[in-house]
């Protein structure tokens, strides 16, 4: 014997979009990038490396120089993105080939950005995730 099933309640309504329901989405986005400093951290990252990057030439790429490893560490930065809610990384390659991935938490960043010469015939730009 089959059982009769009961629709769920209200479930054969859906609800109308109003353009307040994009102005509410809108403001709850900007409340989660106030109360997670690593957004706006990496936010901050972008633009300071996207304007470095604005300056070089086509001969250059942006490398980042590490000095909190006992050494100096520099590579050649690919991609930059970060993970929630306190972490950011750094993806690249260093001068001798070697792949490399930096994990930072956000209050413990410090780096010097450097012009470098490019590694290939066109010179990266780094993205962001």
Sequence with gaps: MVKPTTPPLFGHMTPAHSPFDDVLSGIQENEHRKANPVIRTAENL?????????????????????????????FHAETIGFAKPDLVTFIGITDEGERVQLVQHYTQLNFLLKAAKKLQPQARRIGFL
């Design 46 to 74: 972008k633009k300071y490396i996207e304007d470095f990057e604005a300056s070089l030439d086509a001969e250059h790429e942006v490398a980042l120089r590490i000095a909190s490893f006992g050494g100096v560490v520099q």
